[in-house]
């Protein structure tokens, strides 16, 4: 064998090893390119459902809130009758307009809260809802929220003026 044909002989099989070395390094990339796409499935998947997870939340509060504000109005409703009995100076259509006042708050509020309960209950199971109904449906609880809160503190202090009215006439 001479000089050349060994160092052809050296060259072929330093190109072998460079061609395995290389498949190597590529099915070794395949792999972490498979990995790295079933992380990112995951995330994805772990996202999807921390954002139902708030979307349930919110509801859930606004459930709540909803709720007690629904109460609070029907008892203030109730405060009117009261009112009603223990004032002269408080007339049948001034009673009546603000009793129908607070019912429309307490209907209003149990529209509100009746919402909330069907999402809540139509989205326990994390589902694949579409990132856009997602955030509609966050962006329409988080105003009812706001909504529900106000409508409940302005229901509050009218009740605390009812009541202080009706111990003022006892």
């Known amino acids: ?38 992380a990112h499935h995951a995330t994805a998947q772990l996202l999807r459902e921390f954002e139902v997870r708030a979307a349930v939340s919110t509801a859930s ?12 109005a029907n008892e203030l409703s109730r405060a009117y009758g009261m009112l009603a009995l223990f004032s002269r100076n408080f007339g049948e259509a001034e009673m009546q307009k603000s009793q129908e006042m607070a019912d429309n708050q307490a209907h ?31 962006n329409d609880f988080q105003k009812a929220l706001v909504a529900v809160r106000s409508m409940r503190a302005e229901v509050e202090r009218e009740l605390e003026g009812v009541e202080s009215q009706r111990g003022e006439l006892r």
Do not use: W, Y
């Open 1 to 38: 064998m001479t000089i050349t044909q060994v160092f052809a002989v050296v060259a072929v099989v330093l190109c072998f090893v460079g061609m395995v070395l290389a498949a190597m390094a590529a099915l070794i990339a395949h792999r972490a390119a498979r990995a790295a796409t079933a």
């Open 61 to 72: 509060a606004v459930l709540a809130e909803a709720t007690r504000a629904q109460q609070q």
């Open 108 to 138: 209003l509020a149990g529209q509100i809260a009746s919402q909330a309960k069907e999402f809540v209950s139509a989205h326990r199971d994390v589902g694949d809802p579409t990132p856009e109904n997602l955030d509609k449906a966050v």
